[in-house]
């Protein structure tokens, strides 16, 4: 009996894109994930290396160089055939950040604001940025934060009141891209 032939399997080295998958964060940030046929021979040499743009990578017709690779996996088929699947992770669009989602949250006796947002700054810039005096922004990434009350000091210079100010940020690296939240609350000294 003659052996089975796998119609329309990838050669050597080469990878068949069979499907894309699409999504979108509440925070802006998309995924773009491709699943691709490949040798199982070539695992090895074809796998993408974290970070990897998809511009690099992808054999789709559209590209895109704001998205890298975050994850990939394999999953052996019969035949010597593999799917790999790639993760990618970023924005499509070509410049611009989405914005930010604004959180209003009541706490005992006081109000915090937290913004959740993307952002092409570098880790130590955001921390740098992350100091308790200074006032909440009137605009991250497009979007109008809420009222902050401006700064006051009484007559007697014995209580000041910044307004909303940097209470704490919490960050994580997402491809190209920083995850912010960033957490604001009222900031009065009293001498």
Same mark, same amino acid.
């Given at each position: 009996?003659?052996?089975? =032939?796998?119609?329309g399997?990838?050669?050597? #080295?080469k990878?068949t894109? =069979? ?11 998309e995924?773009?994930t491709?699943t691709?046929? %490949?040798? &199982?021979?070539?695992?090895? *040499? ?5 970070? !990897?743009?998809?511009?690099? +990578?992808?054999? /789709? ?11 990939? /996996?394999? =999953? ?6 593999s799917?790999?699947?790639?993760t990618?992770v @970023?924005? &499509? /669009?070509?410049? @611009?950040?989405p #914005?930010?989602?604004? =959180? %209003?949250?009541?706490?005992? #006796?006081? &109000? $915090? $604001? ?6 092409d %700054? ?9 100091v308790i !005096? *200074? ?6 990434? @497009? &979007?109008i934060?809420? +009222?902050?009350p401006p700064?006051?000091t009484?007559?007697?210079? /014995?209580? *000041?009141?910044? #307004?909303?100010?940097? +209470? @704490? ?6 491809g190209?891209?920083i995850?912010?939240t960033?957490? +604001?609350k $009222?900031?009065?000294v009293?001498?």
């Amino acid at each position: 009996m003659p052996d089975a =032939r796998l119609i329309g399997s990838p050669s050597s #080295g080469k990878k068949t894109l =069979r499907r894309v998958d699409y999504a979108t964060e509440r925070n802006g940030l998309e995924t773009l994930t491709e699943t691709y046929t %490949i040798r &199982t021979a070539d695992r090895a *040499t074809i796998q993408p290396a974290f970070l !990897t743009a998809h511009s690099n +990578f992808s054999t /789709s017709s559209t590209t895109y160089d704001r998205m890298a690779v975050e994850n990939f /996996s394999f =999953r052996a088929q019969d035949g010597d055939i593999s799917e790999l699947t790639v993760t990618y992770v @970023g924005l &499509t /669009s070509a410049t @611009g950040l989405p #914005g930010a989602l604004v =959180r %209003i949250l009541p706490a005992s #006796g006081e &109000t $915090i $604001i937290q913004a959740e947002f993307v952002s092409d %700054i570098t880790e130590s810039e955001l921390i740098a940025q992350a100091v308790i !005096t *200074t006032r909440m922004p009137g605009v991250i990434n @497009g &979007t109008i934060m809420p +009222f902050n009350p401006p700064f006051f000091t009484n007559k007697n210079n /014995s209580v *000041t009141n910044y #307004g909303y100010t940097y +209470f @704490g940020t919490e960050a994580a690296r997402r491809g190209q891209f920083i995850v912010a939240t960033v957490v +604001f609350k $009222i900031y009065i000294v009293q001498f």
